[in-house]
């Protein structure tokens, strides 16, 4: 069975240091979705691609946070300076389109000390 | 805008009894409705979906039902095992191109002891 490809698996990083995650969806999988969960909490959407494109990423905290997929296959979420506040799992999916359904990936568990 | 409301857990139960977990959304239009789980440590799956009024979705023993009128897509099983023991999330979509991004509710702890 196809997966949603994440690594690492987990990172520990210090404040004010960068920290980079990566992602490699279902292949042929156009929309690429990284989300963010708070232990104790539903994930929330951070950034949304169609192929290359940023479709959304008006909860993307843009000062620290950038995410690139640059041939509209793999994408890279980028965390610079990491702060305590974003320890969290962060977590890629993907989808055949816009409107299908979603495959997650095991996500990166980043603990910022 | 687009919104979902799950019970809080968690919620304890034994081996072989009656689950419902209680999920209201809020939302314009006719969204399609999801349940995921999440095992320790582990990504989301998808356990279930809806996409219309009155539809109802199932897998593995657990259902749901979309209900319009009172805008609630509960979560049930009839008999449940310590296997499901992981977080439930109740997640919506919203209708139209705009709304292709998942929304989801709190999560809803389940712990079945044997």
């Known amino acids: 069975e196809a997966e949603v490809a994440q690594s690492p698996r987990y990172k520990i990083t210090e404040k004010s240091q960068a920290v980079a995650f990566w992602c490699d969806p279902i292949?042929?999988?156009?929309?690429l979705y990284w989300y963010r969960q708070i232990l104790g909490q539903g994930p929330e959407l951070l950034v949304q691609?169609?192929?290359?494109?940023?479709?959304?990423d008006s909860q993307l905290p843009k000062d620290r946070f950038s995410a690139e997929r640059l041939k509209g296959v793999d994408s890279t979420l980028k965390i610079q300076p990491a702060e305590l506040g974003d320890s969290a799992m962060y977590l890629c999916?993907?989808?055949?389109?816009?409107?299908?359904?979603?495959?997650f990936g095991s996500g990166t568990r980043l603990t910022v000390v | 805008g687009n919104s979902v409301t799950q019970m809080e857990g968690p919620v304890t139960l034994s081996e072989e009894a009656f689950l419902t977990i209680n999920c209201t959304y809020t939302?314009?239009?006719?969204?399609?409705l999801f349940w995921y789980v999440q095992y320790p440590g582990e990504g989301l799956q998808l356990l279930l979906k809806?996409?219309?009024?009155?539809d109802k979705g199932s897998n593995k023993g657990f259902e749901a039902t979309y209900r319009k009128e009172t805008t609630s897509f509960h979560l049930e099983k009839g008999s449940v095992q310590v296997s499901d023991s992981a977080v439930y999330f109740c997640?919506?979509?919203?209708?139209?191109?705009?709304?292709?991004?998942?929304?989801f509710g709190k999560g809803t702890t389940l712990s079945v002891s044997s």
């Open positions: 999916a993907s989808s055949l389109s816009q409107g299908t359904g979603y495959t």
């Open positions: 939302a314009t239009g006719y969204p399609s």
């Open positions: 997640a919506l979509k919203g209708a139209g191109q705009a709304g292709t991004a998942l929304i």
């Open positions: 809806a996409t219309k009024a009155d």
């Open positions: 292949s042929g999988h156009a929309t």
């Open positions: 691609f169609q192929d290359e494109s940023v479709v959304d």
